[in-house]
């Protein structure tokens, strides 16, 4: 199984530049989300989607966007790249919330820089 | 503002050793709480936690809750350099999971 599947593994922008980050899951869960995790921090929650059409923010949501047209994919847009944004962004997906299931499959983690 | 922090921040142990990674959590609405290992890419799940007192085992690690004292500890004994990961510690509350920094665990052989 490819669990959930996460593009591209490493990226540098240019400040200003946009792009966005792919996730793709084949469990068929209904719950995904997006994390950050800057070095020697906790992963911050940036939006999180609890089934096809719907999205909502998490902790860290600014300069960023997400769209969740099917149960598949969850793409992270960032459209104005800024230093602030360097970090490692995890995807995750889970059958139901976090809370009650415990477990969160991660993606493999996509390590962006902003110069 | 919840928070979960974990401590030490980072270990060095050798083969063989039994350690014991701590975790103080203050979380609006608790419902559960969880631990991973992250070893060079994505977190794995370990445990979920959601009682006092009841121990979860799982081989060598072992974890248990303390929801009075708004703790956890996760216990590691024989120690492998397999075992070597950033251990997160997880606050769930209603729709939420609030992350610790970690904990470094450096196992020598």
């Known amino acids: 199984n490819a669990g959930v599947t996460q593009t591209p593994k490493f990226r540098i922008l240019k400040i200003g530049q946009s792009m966005t980050l792919q996730c793709t899951q084949d469990?068929?869960?209904?719950?995904m989300y997006w994390y950050r995790q800057d070095p020697g921090m906790g992963l911050k929650l940036i939006y999180y989607?609890?089934?096809?059409?719907?999205?909502d923010k998490g902790e860290v949501p600014n300069g960023y966007n997400v769209s969740r047209s099917t149960t598949e994919d969850f793409p992270l847009r960032l459209e104005l790249a800024a230093p602030s944004q360097t970090s490692v962004y995890f995807c995750?997906?889970?059958?139901?919330?976090?809370?009650?299931?415990?477990?969160?499959?991660f993606g493999e983690g996509s390590r962006l820089t902003v110069l | 503002e919840d928070k979960v922090v974990q401590s030490p921040l980072s270990l060095v142990v050798h083969e063989g050793d039994t350690v014991t990674l701590n975790c103080s959590y203050e979380?609006?609405?608790?419902?559960?709480l969880l631990w991973y290992k992250q070893e060079k890419k994505a977190p794995t799940f370990l445990f979920m936690l959601?009682?006092?007192?009841i121990e979860k085992k799982s081989g060598r690690l072992s974890s248990i809750l303390d929801k009075k004292e708004l703790f956890s500890i996760l216990n590691i004994t024989a120690t492998q350099t397999g075992d070597s990961a950033i251990y997160l510690c997880?606050?769930?509350?209603?729709?939420?999971?609030?992350f610790g920094k970690g904990t470094k665990l450096s196992v020598k052989p």
């Open positions: 995750a997906s889970s059958l139901r919330t976090g809370v009650n299931t415990g477990e969160l499959f």
């Open positions: 469990m068929n869960h209904n719950y």
């Open positions: 989607s609890v089934g096809a059409g719907i999205t």
């Open positions: 979380v609006t609405n608790f419902r559960s």
């Open positions: 959601t009682s006092s007192g």
């Open positions: 997880v606050g769930g509350s209603q729709g939420n999971l609030i």
